[in-house]
């Protein structure tokens, strides 16, 4: 959306496509923050926002990409609070700023608990504000490559069904991430990787595939998150033992250290048997009713009705769980890709501004600025070339829609839950927090066998009326596609940077392994490849918290 | 080397007590289709909602049943459906209590807005009420300071419920207002309005509540109190509409009848202690309008239900209601104090 309302300001003709209503995206989900050095708390600057994010990237970050998006949140966060944004203040009227994990100052900007909420809505009141045209349920099946250059999207109505062919000089893909392939995720249903995997089946690499980021603090019955402000606003770890068990691998930052080690250190503590029913707990009791009721308010009701335990009271038992991926579409400071009149913005991209591991708070930054950017990049190569020619032939629309029919009318094969639950699980066992390469091996051969199997399945709803039962299949061939680059990349990459933490080789390795990993579609198969990081100031350094 | 082989999958990961359900759902293929009810049953864990369960169906039984879902955390709004009758999001409705009470739930969609197929109804009249209230922040030409605006916790605090809404739809689905009038804005709507009236920094306060003063704006609220019972965020969009209509008041937009009708009661209740019926028509809709009106009157009176004209109608003491109604006037102007405030002051004065 932000993408789309910088395009509309510039004065192009612009359209949203989304499967779901633009307010019910998955930014809207995020809770604790956003991330901008404004210094209303401390003293603070987009110098020691950048090198918190080098940092925390495990120095697989590119630190131009990540200088600009620091030098220029400040300014994308008043733009928000301008647009209408309601987020939490200081008593003197200035916008308030919290502690976040990894981060040398209180620099996340807020709105309770409901910070992605505010932002969605504003953007989405934005939309309206600028006569935005929004196909509402519409699921891109494949992005129309002609000619070498992105034509636009073919796309099948979710509500009166048909594959329609949408025509566009430029498709700025914005579809998030693809935690769904992974049990007991923090992500939404939506969030099956489809941008991913519409860029490279056309060509487009997949970069850092390897690093999904485990959130510390998720529940066990549904992997919803809890905010990473709980422990902002000092909530402890324990550990079965009452233990904060965080003093033994971050003495410093203790519960605030970066979330890959905060996860490790959890799933270290479970696997050790010093959990509490394949959990550890996050204690808030020792804050006070005012407090969690008044900043918290949002954990405490998730804490409610899906574990049933009231923070006020009792400690929440909590656990890692798949929350984002730093991995996405390759693409530079502007958001393009290397096929022209295709960019990407937000999870679904990787600039990479985090590396390999991203800091709370700044992916919903990063979906503002880098969001903004593209939009305002395409729109400028729009007014520049003028129109590309773009055409979708008749006879490419035709062929989506024998594709999507024969999926529609497939008999025998396997229902796509089953194959997308054993998915999940083959991930969360094989390729989670800890990694080693025989587990991982196996995990590259159940992957290949599940996206074999994926070839044939049974759908059970024939209507074109809100399928969603084809849907599911479309979004289960996306999640396929992103394991297998995933597993891939994780099972070449033979050191422990960031997120990717592997048991056969606990360290990281400059020498060989500080490159991004390119995954390459090859006729279907999983080709790798290798980049260099670009570093401009920050040398990397031994990473402790 | 240390053995480390045992931390890269966690044992008894995947281990819930589990439950069995049972759901009865409506279910409807579309137009021209007829309308019936199917029963399921589905073993799923303890901790599981209505969601968890309808996905379980379709898995695992029935590909064809057609919901909305996304978060499964109670913020995206997708998943507003009926529930034994009653709005609820069905990713926030745990299933145990009804499992331990022996209760079969019946589920059905939403209601006031049209089926598309089985729990699944067509938004588009909602978003067109939401689009209709001018849904964005309108500072009302005030340039924006370099910085942020400064809005301090209090004046933010005026909106903090309204912020709350996920546009589900539950509230608009028993509206009883919007059943006999479609065309009315309705609960979601005119909470959104609230969240931009009561914002300090928006500038258009008074041609919003002009609009909303009109016909199937604020006056229609029938106050049933549905959309406070049924909201799952805690947005309370009947106080969000209250809070229109005493900014309107504030604003002397007080010709609409709804309007009317309300200060009848008030200015009455002010200066006798008493509602004085007699008054509430001819007041509300003037006296031309109220001859009109005699026959049904007539009949009224004929069924007993007209109290004497003539008598005297006050109360024996009404000093408690001339206290009450200072109190509250006391109070109202707290509501909003763009007034004494002024504008927004700009955030690069520090």
Known sequence: MRAAIEAKRAGVDVAVVSKLHPTRSHSGAAEGGINAALGNATDDSPEIHTFDTVKGSDYLGDQDAIEIMCREAPGDIYELEHMGAIFSRFADGRLAQRPFGAAGAPRTIYSADITGHVLIHVLYEQLVKHDIKVYEEFFCTNLVIDDGRCAGVLAWDVVRGGVHAIEANHVILATGGVGRMYYGTTNAFACTGDGMSLAWRAGVPLKDMEFMQFHPTTLKSNGVLITEGCRGEGGYLRNSKGERFMAIDAPNAMELASRDVVSRAEWKEIAEGRGVDGCVLLDLTHLGHKKIETRLPGSRELALDYAGVDPIRDPIPVRPGAHYHMGGVDVDVWGESIVPGLWAAGEVACVSVHGANRLGGNSLMETITFGRRAGQAAAERVLAEGDTGARIERSVLEDERNRINTLLNATGGERPGAIREQLAKTMYDKAGVFRTQSVLEECVEEVHALRERGRSLRIEDRSSLFNSDLVQALELESMLECADCLVTGAVARQESRGAHARIDFTERDDANWMKHSLAWNDRGEVRLDYKPVTVTKYQPLVRSY | ?350
């Open chain 2, 1 to 350: 080397m240390e053995d480390r082989s045992h931390l890269t999958t966690l044992k008894g990961a995947y281990d819930h007590k589990m439950m069995e359900v049972t759901l009865r759902v409506r279910r409807y293929a579309g137009e021209g289709a007829r309308a019936h009810t199917e029963t399921y049953t589905v073993d799923v864990p303890v901790t599981a909602t209505l969601l968890d369960c309808l996905d379980e169906i379709k898995d695992k039984q029935d590909g064809t049943l057609a919901f909305r879902k996304s978060c499964r955390m109670a913020v995206c709004g997708s998943c507003g459906m009926r529930m034994d009758g009653g709005a609820v999001l069905a990713c926030k409705t745990a299933m145990k209590p009804f499992v331990d009470a022996g209760h079969t739930v019946t589920v059905s969609p939403m209601g006031n807005l049209p089926v598309i197929k089985d729990l699944v109804v067509d938004m588009a009249p909602f978003w067109s009420k939401i689009r209709a209230i001018k849904p964005y922040l309108d500072t009302g030409g005030a340039k924006a300071p370099e910085k942020e605006w400064r809005v301090t916790p209090v004046q933010g605090h005026l909106v903090s419920k309204e912020a709350l809404c996920i546009l589900c739809g539950c509230c608009v689905s028993e509206c009883i207002s919007m059943e006999s009038d479609p065309d009315f804005l309705g609960p979601a709507a005119l909470a959104k309005a609230y969240r931009f009236v009561g914002d300090v920094r928006d500038g258009d306060t008074r041609a919003r509540l002009k609009d909303l003063s009109g016909a199937h704006g604020i006056w229609d609220c029938t106050r049933c109190y549905f959309c406070n019972q049924r909201c799952p965020k805690g947005v309370d969009p009947r106080d969000a509409i209250a809070k229109l209509g005493a900014e309107a008041f504030r604003e002397g937009l007080t010709r609409d009848e709804g309007a009317r009708h309300a200060k009848v009661f008030v200015n009455s209740a002010h200066k006798g202690g008493f509602l004085r019926e007699t008054e509430l028509v001819p007041k509300t809709i003037g006296p031309v309008a109220a001859i009109t009106q005699i026959p049904f009157a007539l009949q009224l009176a004929r069924a007993g239900k007209v109290p004497n004209p003539l008598a005297p109608h006050k109360a024996k003491d009404n000093a408690e209601v001339k206290r009450l109604w200072k109190l509250l006037e006391s109070q109202a102007p707290k509501q909003k104090e763009r007034a004494n405030s002024g504008a927004p002051i700009d955030g690069t004065e520090s």
